[in-house]
């Protein structure tokens, strides 16, 4: 017997951790997607996704950011993606340990992905698994492997993109020569206790935007934020807080929330079948959209079962 909607909806850890494993196992069976396409119909979480090189510090802003949420008595679910082990071609682990959050805590649920061979810097259930959380969870958050410019998918999974800086690093200079600054929201200077290297990091990167003349792809009439923050003084986390909350209210006042997720069901379908099927498959495939509220995980089963005949 498999994990309902309204196992998950209790809040219960152990309900939910049965239904990823359910995901994993057997993504394709119809139990399965029947959770899952009462977890999109039901979305409320504000998805969050966190991105950035390897050692800039999501991991301790992450931990941060969620002491400071359920302080304020919002619950939250965290995808951790890390690094897979070439033995074994599980999760390293490392990102869950870091996190240090408390397990007897019912108001926060970690899980770590292995992010195998992709190279977006998500794992490749982590959308599944993102829609489950979202439907029960105040907020999700997304931390990515952290494999520097080819971090991408994370802006066709989270309503919100942070990207990662640090100061001293060149990271600011990566970031001006890589299409990096069409993907995030909000971009924050880390380990701003390094005051003048991050005050430098934090210039380039407005200098940047402005060259560039563009925001995150697909948002219109949202201007990027640039902040500085060290999580290890507690210093521009409200600063963070504050911009993570309006970029939310932007989305949902303009209406572009329910545009932008439809999208990215969209280019979920899209990839998945590509995966799957190869382009060849694609184009058996026939019509790709999505009607208005349109579970993608249902449509997938529905396309497969055909294109496997």
């Known amino acids: 017997m498999g994990i ?12 939910l951790a049965a239904a990823l494993a359910q995901i994993e196992a057997d993504a394709d069976a119809a139990q399965t997607i029947d959770l899952l396409t009462r977890a999109y119909s039901n979305a409320r979480a504000h998805v969050v996704g966190v991105t950035g090189p390897p050692g800039v510090g999501k991991s301790t802003l992450l931990g941060r950011l969620i002491a400071k949420m359920r302080a304020g008595g919002r619950t939250i679910g965290v995808i951790a993606v890390d690094p897979s082990s070439k033995r074994s071609g599980g999760a390293l682990l490392g990102d869950r340990i870091r996190l240090a959050t408390d397990p007897e805590d019912r108001g926060v ?8 061979d992709r190279l977006g810097g998500l794992a ?4 599944a698994a993102m829609v489950l959380m979202r439907a029960i969870y105040d907020v999700v958050l997304i931390e990515t ?10 802006e066709g999974t989270a309503d919100t993109v942070v990207f990662c800086v640090q ?6 200079l990566q970031f ?9 929201d909000i971009i924050v200077v880390t380990k701003s206790d390094m005051e ?13 935007i402005r060259v560039a003349g563009a925001g995150p792809t697909g948002t219109e009439g949202w201007d990027t934020r640039v902040l500085s923050i060290s999580a290890l003084r507690d210093r521009g986390l409200e600063d963070l807080m504050a911009a993570l909350a309006a970029h939310r209210e932007f989305l949902l006042a303009g209406g572009q929330l329910e545009r932008k997720r439809h999208r990215q069901a969209e280019s979920w379908l899209v990839d998945s079948l590509r995966e799957r099927f190869g382009r060849d498959g694609l184009k058996r495939a026939g019509n790709l959209r999505l009607a208005e509220g349109e579970s993608p995980f249902h449509k997938l089963a529905k396309i497969a079962r055909g294109l496997a005949r």
């Open 124 to 127: 490749e259930v982590t959308v």
């Open 196 to 208: 003048e290297a991050a005050r430098s990091a934090q210039t380039d990167i407005k200098g940047a």
């Open 4 to 15: 309902s909607f309204d196992d998950l909806k209790t809040g219960d850890k152990a309900a």
């Open 167 to 172: 100061p001293g690093s060149g990271d600011s």
């Open 109 to 116: 649920f970690v899980r770590s992905m292995a992010a195998r």
């Open 145 to 154: 492997v952290g494999v520097g410019q080819s971090e991408t998918d994370v």
């Open 176 to 184: 001006m020569k890589a299409g990096i600054i069409e993907i995030p």
